[in-house]
């Protein structure tokens, strides 16, 4: 019986090509990309003062673009490519067409899907690095840091857990959509290179006020919606563990935002809208190295832990610890990825389900891949104990290298070019750096609710204009 004319080998559908599966590869991808642009570009364009808005945007535009660019250049090659020494692969370009319509390493669909699908990736672990450093870093220098802390750190941790070829690979870590990667990666490397750049000015650290939260919201949710296709997309096919880890995502963020927001309310007597953004982001983080491989009520657990535990690191611990303090976060990446990626991967270990373990990495041997709380179960103490030491382990790799890394890419850096900005750029903001401000308007996100109510006082303000002429601010 032949095949219906739509699915028979053509030379535009070789027999190895699935269509179902590379249809929701290049969606999958593209939801993740829609996380960046418009998602976190208006994110960060809303949740900082007025004066940084199109500063802080644009650093998420510009590292989207100069990502892709490396990406087919060389970084996915050196991510996933042939071994070019123990960490990395070799270097070389991701454009010639035989190879891009060739299958990619795993999966039923072509390399340049394979390319799409991990560049989108790569993208947004450089975006929220920036989330770090929004408000005073020079533009040039963060125009020469994306390149190289792409090439020099984000390789090296993707070939390690992500190729199959990998040292942690083989060793059996379980990481299944980035918590490793991309969030304990950003959060590290963002945290570190906050040290090096420096703090925002004196003013802006004590006041920052989102110029527009619901802006903040509509970005915020991009990012949440976004994420279907961040953990939905990592089986590499239309299965049942891509609708598993959809759907633990969101029950996890879900519960996530929920805990924060009940422990906003109980300490504080308010219930915060950004305090509710911060949940989900953590929720979202801790699920991403969990999503498929756990059961529905593990992930409801990690989300109360993600949104209690990275609560406590950033409302009391970085009030206390000198180096939290001394260090300007701006977006807090270190509580909201470092510490919510490290949950996510220490809680994996311990909640990974051998049996849907078995579907996502397609082995037999379950002892592969087992959580502590099933080898406790089980009986299979070695086996759930092991794993929890390779996830340990991972943890330990990317902290290190990225510490090491990031701080070796930002020393370079400043050779050539500061890495802050001057003081009187500092003062003006986007205006002095672009020579563009987001909002024809007066004012630094302060309330104005009428000329009489104003706590400034009436005076304070510039007079009404005569009828047919325009008020300047």
């Not at 963002?190 to 509509?218: C, H, S």
């Not at 498929?292 to 009391?316: C, D, E, F, N, R």
């Amino acid at each position: 019986m032949s095949l219906p004319l739509n699915l028979q080998p053509d030379e535009s559908s070789p027999e190895w090509l699935n269509k179902g599966d590379n249809a929701w590869q290049l969606t999958a991808a593209t939801l993740v990309g829609l996380q960046s642009v418009p998602g976190l570009v208006i994110l960060y364009g809303s949740i900082v003062k007025k004066k940084w808005a199109v500063n802080s945007a644009f650093m998420a535009l510009y590292a989207f673009a100069a990502v892709l660019i490396c990406w087919v250049g060389w970084g996915y090659q050196m991510s996933f490519g042939k071994e070019f020494i123990k960490f990395l692969g070799r270097p070389d370009v991701s454009l010639d067409e035989k190879f891009l319509l060739d299958r990619a390493f795993l999966g039923y669909f072509p390399n340049a899907t394979m390319i799409y699908f991990q560049f989108v990736f790569a993208a947004i672990t450089l975006i929220l690095i920036a989330g770090a450093l929004l408000g005073r870093m020079n533009f040039h220098a963060w125009m020469a840091f994306v390149p190289l802390w792409l090439t020099f750190s984000y390789t090296v941790v993707a070939y390690s857990i992500w190729c199959p070829g990998g040292w942690l690979a083989k060793k059996g870590i379980i990481d299944y959509s980035g918590g490793y990667v991309i969030h304990l990666s950003s959060g590290v490397a963002g945290f570190t290179a906050a040290y090096w750049v420096g703090p925002r000015a004196t003013k802006d650290r004590e006041r920052f006020p989102p110029n527009n939260i619901l802006l903040m919201l509509a970005g915020a949710g991009l990012l949440w919606m976004g994420w279907t296709g961040f953990n939905g997309g990592d089986p590499y096919a239309v299965s049942i563990d891509a609708s598993l880890a959809v759907l633990n995502t969101h029950v996890c963020t879900a519960t996530s935002l929920l805990t924060w927001l009940l422990l906003d309310i109980l300490f504080f007597g308010k219930p915060s809208v950004i305090g509710a953004t911060q949940g989900m982001i953590t929720g979202l983080v801790c699920i991403t190295p969990a999503a498929g491989v756990v059961q529905g009520w593990a992930a409801i657990l990690m989300g109360i832990m993600s949104g209690s535990i990275p609560w406590y690191t950033m409302m009391v611990l970085h009030k206390k610890i000198w180096l939290l303090k001394q260090i300007d976060d701006t977006m807090a990446v270190f509580h909201t990825h470092a510490v919510a990626g490290s949950l996510g991967g220490i809680l994996t270990g311990f909640f990974a389900n051998p049996k849907l373990n078995r579907i996502f990495y397609l082995v037999e041997d379950w002892q592969h891949y087992i959580g502590l709380g099933y080898g406790l179960q089980s009986g299979r103490f070695a086996a759930g104990f092991k794993q929890m030491g390779i996830q340990l382990l991972g943890i330990v790799f990317v902290i290190t290298w990225n510490v090491l890394m990031t701080s070796l890419i930002c020393l370079l850096i400043r050779v050539v070019v500061p890495l802050r900005l001057t003081d009187d750029e500092l003062q003006t903001g986007d205006d002095a750096i672009h020579g563009e401000e987001a909002y024809a308007l007066w004012g630094d996100g302060e309330k104005y609710e009428s000329r009489i109510n104003s706590i400034y006082g009436a005076e304070e303000f510039p007079p009404p204009a005569p009828k047919g002429e325009v008020q300047m601010a």
